[in-house]
């Protein structure tokens, strides 16, 4: 994902001679690189000043330059969180927060260097976009939607090494959710990186229950699209939410919100981080098993008809 | 956004020296700018009066003596008052350019008004939203950049950001971020005045923490030019300006009195937010009282014999 974030910024950047980007410690890498050196002058590195970071790409913006404020996720959103809501959100600026690892990304490194709730956290905030690509390709489209938007926005991004989802998919649709697999009788919805999980858990309903599950990837998570899962929640009798997130703010708990006022007829399990922080030093897919995320964990629990939340009887 | 400040535009651009400022008419101006602020204190509650009339002179003199504008009358330099809660002097000197009208003003933190206690971008002359201490010089590096950028596309001169801070600003980290990094990324149009009024709420700044001073000091040792001066001295601000080292940042570091110009505010720390009752209000008045009160309009203290240069932004 970083790559393909470095690709499409430095593409965007030969459209659009008012990018910016702007860093706190972060080497540039990939097409980054290339960026610097082509236009030095519109590539910053504040050093280790997450306040700053934000408070000057929110200056840059005041006089009609589009920068990407760009480090760790957790760096880039929490340190400086006044700076994002009165400098970005509350005067309303084209600023693109990019935050990188986000999630349990960067999982020996420990809760310090987490976002488990980030998306409540940018969601919550007046004025606020918020995305969460799954895969490099959709990445390429956020950036590129997010070079053209007009105000604030939260750019969730993995790490490094994700595999592509969206090759058979529709195309990326910003506000709406996206198809990555046709089903019917189960589907799977899921953002970020984790959506491999979520098509993983789809193919494993399909192999030892012949239920075809589709998969979608919620890449717009504010403003959530209410109408497209409003008809998932109508249109598949089971319905699963996937997210490297804590529940609280995240989708699980705006889906379960939406099938209630829907009165929707589906079951609905909601699989999320736990509220807790968990002192587990192993790999990233470690950590997800120490929240109970993964598909030997997560099948067994979807694929017993009488678990799940049946909101309407 | 950029401010227009004036109804009446002039032949060209100003810039405005030490040599040309007019420190009488300043003087009066700021005297009707506090009788003015007093009257605003009758009727509304908690208007930090006395951090506003610390910071007045400063202010009258960035708008009067240092800012350019150009034929249009567009302003071409960019004021921000970091400490916020100082909003009513800005608003005073906003007013008596005609960039704010009396209405504005007379609904200031009134339900059918549109301005509140502290300046928010988006209303007239106000070039970024402040408030919360700490956060305008970050957005000033970023405005900086952007003016840079600019200038090297037009090949012309960056625009000069002026900023206010207070010295209870001093005291955030996001402060000392930003003056860390302005002399890294080579910014030289900058020019921060500290309104070195000796006062957080709680009480003084030198109790809190008498390592503070010499301020100055700790600019110089983090590569910024700084001067000490009378900040209630108009002549004394432009001429620290005229020294700046082009190639520098320039803190001046302005010696001003809490609640100056009435006496019985001066350097006591409950008029940081408390409105004067009508007796004290007389009394100020009687002290702020023009020694020609015939030759003067009561509201704008110009003096209509001898029109004034800053009479035309």
């Known amino acids: 994902m970083r790559d393909a974030f470095a690709r499409a910024f430095y593409d965007a950047s030969q459209l659009n001679s008012k990018l910016f980007m702007v860093v706190a410690d972060i080497s540039p890498a990939s097409k980054i690189a290339n960026f610097k050196t082509e236009c030095p002058s519109r590539f910053i590195d504040v050093g280790i000043a997450e306040q700053t970071l934000i408070g000057l790409s929110a200056g840059l913006a005041l006089r009609g330059f589009k920068p990407f404020a760009y480090t760790i996720a957790n760096f880039a959103i929490y340190r400086p969180f006044e700076q994002v809501r009165d400098d970005v959100c509350y005067q309303n600026l084209p600023v693109t927060i990019v935050g990188m690892g986000a999630g349990i990304a960067y999982s020996p490194l420990g809760a310090t260097h987490h976002t488990l709730e980030d998306v409540a956290v940018m969601s919550s905030i007046p004025n606020m976009t918020v995305l969460a690509p799954c895969d490099p390709a959709e990445t390429e489209a956020a950036v590129h939607f997010a070079a053209g938007h007009t105000g604030p926005l939260y750019l ?7 595999p592509n989802l969206t090759a058979q998919a529709q195309p990326f649709e910003f506000g709406k959710i996206r198809q990555l697999r046709p089903g019917s009788g189960a589907c799977v919805l899921s953002y970020g990186p984790i959506t491999k999980m979520a098509c993983d858990l789809a193919d494993k ?3 030892e229950r012949g239920i075809p599950a589709a998969v979608y990837s919620v890449h717009t998570l504010k403003p959530l699209d209410t109408t497209g899962i409003a008809a998932v929640l109508k249109q598949f009798p089971l319905v699963v939410t996937l997210e490297e997130h804590v529940e609280r703010g995240g989708l699980g708990a705006q889906v379960k919100q939406l099938a209630w006022e829907t009165a929707a007829p589906c079951r609905l399990h909601t699989f999320a981080l736990q509220d807790r922080f968990i002192h587990l030093y192993g790999s990233h897919q470690q950590l997800q098993q120490a929240h109970g995320l993964s598909v030997d964990q997560l099948y067994p629990q979807i694929s017993n008809p009488f678990q799940g939340t049946s909101l309407h009887g | 956004m950029q401010t227009t400040l ?10 405005f020296g030490a040599a040309a400022f007019d420190v009488s008419a300043a003087q009066r101006r700021c005297r009707a700018m506090r009788r003015r602020i007093l009257e605003l204190s009758q009727r509304l509650p908690a208007l930090h009066i006395a951090p506003a009339f610390s910071c007045l002179e400063i202010v009258d003199t960035i ?4 800012m350019r504008q150009a034929p249009d009358g567009r302003a071409l330099d960019t004021f921000i008052l970091s400490k916020g809660h100082g909003a009513l002097a800005q608003f005073a000197v906003l007013e008596q350019l005609g960039v704010m009208s009396r209405a504005d003003l007379d609904t200031c933190c009134h339900p059918d008004g549109h301005l509140g206690g502290h300046p928010d971008y988006g209303s007239p002359g106000i070039e970024a939203s402040t408030g919360s201490l700490g956060h305008g010089l970050p957005m000033a590096l970023g405005i900086c950049l952007a003016e840079s950028e600019r200038s090297r596309a037009a090949s012309g001169q960056a625009a000069t950001v002026y900023v206010v801070t207070s010295d209870g600003e001093l005291m955030e980290g996001s402060t000392w971020e930003a003056v860390l990094l302005a002399p890294t990324l080579k910014i030289h149009n900058l020019v921060v005045f500290v309104d070195l009024n000796g006062y957080i709420s709680g009480g003084k700044t030198s109790v809190y923490h008498p390592n503070l001073y010499p301020v100055a000091d700790k600019f110089r040792a983090f590569g910024w030019q700084a001067i000490d001066c009378d ?17 520098r940042p320039l803190a001046v570091v302005a010696k001003t009195v809490k609640g100056q110009g009435v006496s019985y505010m001066q350097d006591k720390p ?9 007796s004290e209000y007389q009394q100020a008045l009687e002290e702020l009282a023009e020694p020609d009160s015939n030759a003067l309009d009561p509201n704008t203290g110009r003096s209509s ?4 240069r800053g009479s035309q932004i």
């Open chain 2, 305 to 308: 014999a001898s029109p004034e």
């Open chain 1, 205 to 207: 309903l399909q192999a």
């Open chain 1, 156 to 162: 969730r991004l993995g790490k490094a090494g994700e």
């Open chain 2, 270 to 278: 409950m008029w940081h937010y408390r409105s004067p009752n009508p």
């Open chain 2, 63 to 66: 708008y009067h003596g240092l």
């Open chain 2, 6 to 15: 004036a109804t009446t535009s002039v032949s060209d651009e100003i810039r």
């Open chain 2, 231 to 247: 900040g209630h001295d108009q002549t004394s601000l432009t001429k620290a300006v005229d020294s700046k080292d082009p190639l």
